[in-house]
């Protein structure tokens, strides 16, 4: 049975956002392993505290987050 672990910074994203998430991943999985994985892919999101996660050695909070999301550098 497929684990997927998702971990995200806190507040990037909606319950929207996350279902949909979780719909397409769940899709991938059953795209390679087939119909029967769906009932057994388990897709779990984590969100991490912003400036609790850090991207080469600094830490990444909300808002350089948007700013990858609108492509510009963190």
């Given at each position: 049975m497929p684990l997927i672990n998702v971990k995200l910074i806190e507040g990037v994203f909606n319950e929207g956002e996350k279902k949909q998430m979780a719909a397409k991943l769940t899709d991938a999985?059953?795209?390679?392993?087939?119909?029967?994985?769906?009932?057994?892919?388990?897709?779990?999101?984590?969100?991490?505290?912003?400036?609790d996660w850090?991207?080469?050695?600094?830490?990444?909070?909300?808002?350089?987050?948007?700013?990858?999301q609108a492509g510009k550098a963190a």
């Open positions: 999985m059953v795209a390679i392993e087939g119909e029967a994985m769906r009932s057994v892919t388990w897709v779990v999101i984590e969100e991490v505290k912003s400036g850090s991207l080469g050695g600094r830490p990444l909070a909300v808002d350089d987050v948007r700013a990858m």
